[in-house]
């Protein structure tokens, strides 16, 4: 029987790391870019599309992401493209983060007062220039902190593509757990890296809000 | 041209049913005692003492900090190997409750450090035990106000037990795993099952939002 020294454990482990990290940028970085232009969609005055906009996070939100990245995997299937766990999950977790951001984002902009909507109106403005030079450069202030406290739930989201057969940290940790017969070592580790990553993210989060609200 | 078959997923309605029931059994139970959890942890974290308020505060980190999938495998698959052995059910109550206490703990505090100081003097003023106070004059009002968070919380437990299919708990999301296998329409499976998750929100929402008010904080 091949022994495994914990070493040999803990650098899998690091490796598979990678692909939790780079899954995570990939869904940050694409949910930011399709939530930034569903928050413009949601505050044009467009009618229904606002509504459409609203119903989309309505659904994210309502869901486990565990389903939503089942149908994205078999759906994307089903419309004939040869899928990968990897590409599915990116996928998946694009379009949920950009769910969530869209609504945290959404709050912000609401907490930019009336009045400056009101003012640049009256410098004849249209919407677009509102949001760029106006509304959008105060709202950041207010998300950075929340931003930053979602990509936490990105992280612990990109467990969830473990299920459907992507080799991340998690699955890692199980191929570990069922090769050493130590399911016990093998968690308390992936959990331990997991915290690794994201109690940075909590801490520096919390900091920004704490440094925003002083 | 794609072709859905709806039917022959809808034909399994009793497996969909006992899933059902399953993952509503597993939500009432973690969200009574989750929020119990949360409350005792927001308590601690207010009024204990040192040891207990870090004790309180490390596990509150270390479960926000990490992925529930991996929190209900270290309890079903990882505890064993140190004498705990949990049936199904039961380590997904666990990882349920103790995800929404350090959840709730932060979500009750929060409302607690709300309270007006000039609550907690005329509270005092009248003699009322340390015990008083807190049950009868500081908590309720809390709970008043971070309710909606709380509900939220709940929300985001309910649909995070899709998760307990993987150590073949027999709830919603593992009857689709089942019936997909068995009619080999995934797709119409997860669809009817994601659709009976998006109602399970709607409604426990609602639920809560009227049961809060007239049974957990009444307003007398």
Redesign the interface.
């Known amino acids: 029987m091949v022994q495994f020294s914990l070493w040999d454990i803990f650098s899998f482990l690091l490796g598979a790391m990678r692909w939790t990290v780079l899954l995570s940028l990939i869904a940050f970085v694409g949910g930011g870019l399709v939530g930034l232009g569903l928050l413009l969609l949601r505050f044009s005055q467009a009618r229904g599309v606002g509504l459409a906009v609203s119903w989309y996070v309505q659904i994210f939100q309502g869901t486990p992401l565990l389903m939503q990245l089942f149908l994205v995997y078999f759906g994307l299937a089903l419309l004939g493209m040869d899928t990968s766990p990897m590409v599915s999950a990116a996928i998946c977790l694009t379009l949920y983060a950009s769910a969530y951001l869209t609504e945290i984002w959404r709050g912000c902009v609401n907490a930019v007062p009336r009045g400056q909507w009101e003012a640049s109106a009256s410098l004849a403005l249209d919407y677009q220039q509102q949001m760029r030079h106006v509304i959008l450069p105060q709202a950041m202030r207010v998300a950075i902190a929340p931003t930053v406290g979602f990509m936490v739930q990105i992280v612990k989201g990109t467990a969830l593509a473990s299920v459907i057969g992507f080799v991340e940290l998690t699955k890692a940790g199980q191929m570990i757990s069922n090769a050493t017969y130590q399911p016990f070592l093998a968690y308390t580790f992936v959990g331990l890296l997991y915290f690794a990553l994201c109690y940075p993210l909590s801490w520096w989060s919390q900091r920004l809000e704490n440094r925003r609200l002083a | 041209m794609?072709e859905f078959n709806f039917a022959v997923v809808l034909a399994q309605w009793p497996m969909l049913m006992r899933g059902l029931g399953l993952t509503m059994v597993l939500t009432a139970a973690s969200a009574v005692l989750g929020a119990m959890l949360g409350t005792a942890c927001a308590w601690a974290r207010l009024h204990g003492g040192m040891v207990l308020k870090r004790v309180v505060g490390l596990y509150v980190?270390?479960v926000?900090?990490?992925?529930?999938?991996?929190?209900l495998?270290?309890i079903f698959?990882?505890?064993?190997?140190?004498g705990v052995r949990l049936s199904v059910e039961l380590a997904c109550v666990l990882a349920m409750v103790l995800n929404l206490g350090a959840y709730a703990c932060e979500i009750v505090r929060a409302g607690l450090q709300a309270t007006p100081r000039g609550q907690l003097e005329a509270a005092m003023s009248l003699a009322l035990t340390p015990w008083q106070i807190f049950s009868r004059v500081v908590l309720p009002p809390a709970l008043a106000r971070i309710w909606p968070a709380l509900v939220s919380q709940i929300?985001i437990v309910m649909?995070?037990?899709?998760?307990c299919?993987?150590i073949s708990a027999e709830e919603l999301?593992q009857a689709?795993n089942l019936i997909s296998s068995r009619t080999f329409r995934?797709?119409e499976s997860?669809?009817v099952?994601?659709l009976a998750?998006?109602v399970l929100?709607?409604a426990l929402r609602q639920l809560l939002n009227w049961f809060g008010p007239r049974f957990i904080f009444v307003s007398r």
Not at chain 2, 64 to 71: A, G, K, L, S, V
Not at chain 2, 159 to 163: C, F, P, Y
């Open positions: 794609i980190e270390l926000r900090n990490t992925p529930f999938i991996i929190q495998f270290f698959f990882g505890l064993p190997s140190i929300i649909l995070g037990s899709a998760v299919g993987q999301s689709a995934s797709f997860y669809i099952v994601t998750y998006l929100a709607v």
